[in-house]
């Protein structure tokens, strides 16, 4: 397959053409105009190229795909993948995927135990997670993230913070040495 950048109009006219100085002209300066139209052409398929996104195309992305939970304050790296992933967001929204990739882009990790799993009350579910910003600096964020992506009929019922901890455990066994005598 010929290359845009490569191909000249030029070189594809008829030798009858080519010698004629005026439609020599004439294609030589198409060839100008299209190689300067060639050169931007890899900057108009933005989908394509996310890691190159800057800060306002990234913006008005994320306007054009409606990422309801978007907020400009956040990283950019953080903000390209929100929109990257706001289609498929939108395909399932409702489902507790959704709500589980919402958690884990805006905050690292996380799950969700819905009522039966804790024993709640039914139409209920809680978000478990180890990133303590989730129920302190961004719980409004949060909130407002999560009421964009779960079902209407499913109510939060807590945010569950784990915490894991590395520890040495020692092992100790008692141990009895002696002799029995019977007299």
Do not use: C
């Not at 070189?11 to 300066?29: C, E, G, K, Y």
Request: net charge negative; hydrophobic share 35%.
């Amino acid at each position: 397959m010929a290359d845009i950048n490569d191909s000249t109009l030029l070189s594809t006219l008829p030798q009858v053409l080519r010698r004629d100085d005026t439609a020599a002209a004439v294609a030589q300066s198409i060839d100008a105009a299209m190689q300067r139209i060639g050169g931007t052409l890899d900057r108009i398929n933005l989908i394509s190229r996310p890691d190159t996104w800057t800060d306002e195309e990234t913006n008005e992305l994320a306007w054009q795909y409606h990422v309801d939970f978007y907020d400009p304050m956040l990283p950019l790296e953080q903000r390209r993948e929100l929109v990257q992933n706001s289609i498929r967001w939108h395909r399932h929204k409702g489902t507790d995927s959704a709500v589980e990739e919402l958690i884990t882009t805006l905050f690292g990790s996380g799950r969700v135990d819905n009522w039966y799993v804790y024993g709640g009350d039914p139409g209920y579910f809680q978000v478990v997670t180890d990133n303590p910003d989730v129920t302190t600096d961004r719980a409004t964020e949060f909130i407002q993230a999560l009421n964009s992506v779960k079902r209407l009929s499913a109510w939060l019922d807590s945010v569950v913070l784990e915490q894991t901890e590395t520890m040495p455990i020692y092992y100790g066994f008692p141990m009895h040495v002696g002799e029995t005598m019977q007299i």
